[in-house]
Antibody, heavy 117, light 107 residues
Framework: EVLLVESGGGLVQPGGSLRLSCAAS????????MSWVRQAPGKGLEWVSV???????YYADSVKGRFTISRDDPKNMLYLQMDSLRVEDTAVYYC???????????WGQGTLVTVSS | DVQMTQSPSSVSASVGDRVTITCRAS??????LAWYQQKPGKAPKVLIY???NLQSGVPSRFSGSGSGTDFTLTISSLQPEDLATYYC?????????FGGGTKVDIK
């Protein structure tokens, strides 16, 4: 069974940093397209980043230069390092996977990040 | 960036009704489009990918069509459990983008 479990969310001040983790089971992150998608409170979905099986990564303009996606293949983990956080980064962050394309076939339950002073 | 415009933003329909949601891309995206369903308080779930491919386990009352810039999600016979917000997403050009969502209520 495919399972994705996010962790690492919490309250952080503007300008601070946070690292989100996504523990995967039932498949290998190394041969999937792994993504992060976020949802601000009461708002719609916003794509954040994707990492290809070969390691190439792409980002939304709103996070480029501040966020870094990575994975640890032996641990079967996906990460999102978030630096220079802004109030507008407040959202539930979901990790997702797709074995063949860059859609989001399976999702985790999400982790809430709150950026506030 | 490719803008994805969904309409309507909300719809209220009765059980058994046919519901159609449209999604228009600001430029051609071939068939690189997915539809997601998000029930209140839950993570999204993929319904359709590649514009018209039904994800395994999704009821056959859901269908998708379109190519290029205009796409449609159809629920052929609305059920109470279809209460949700529906999003389209293009996966053709980075950055990937979602539509604003369509909230489906049951009358």
């Amino acid at each position: 069974e495919v399972l994705l479990v996010e962790s690492g969310g919490g309250l952080v001040q503007p300008g601070g940093s946070l690292r989100l983790s996504c523990a995967a089971s039932g498949f290998s992150v190394s041969n999937n397209y792994m993504s992060w998608v976020r949802q601000a409170p009461g708002k719609g979905l916003e794509w954040v980043s994707v990492i290809y099986s070969g390691g190439s990564a792409y980002y939304a303009d709103s996070v480029k230069g501040r966020f870094t996606i990575s994975r640890d293949d032996p641990k079967n983990m996906l990460y999102l390092q978030m630096d220079s956080l802004r109030v507008e980064d407040t959202a539930v962050y979901y990790c997702a996977r797709d074995p063949s394309h860059i859609y989001a076939m399976s999702w985790g339950q999400g982790t809430l990040v709150t950026v506030s002073s | 960036d490719v803008q994805m415009t969904q309409s309507p933003s909300s719809v209220s329909a009765s059980v058994g009704d046919r519901v159609t949601i449209t999604c228009r891309a600001s430029q051609g995206i071939s068939n690189w489009l997915a539809w997601y369903q998000q029930k209140p308080g839950k993570a999204p779930k993929v319904l359709i990918y590649g514009a018209s491919n039904l994800q395994s386990g999704v009821p056959s009352r859901f269908s998708g069509s379109g190519s290029g810039t205009d796409f449609t999600l159809t629920i052929s016979s609305l059920q109470p459990e279809d209460l949700a917000t529906y999003y389209c997403q293009q996966a053709h050009i980075f950055p990937l983008t979602f539509g604003g969502g369509t909230k489906v209520d049951i009358k």
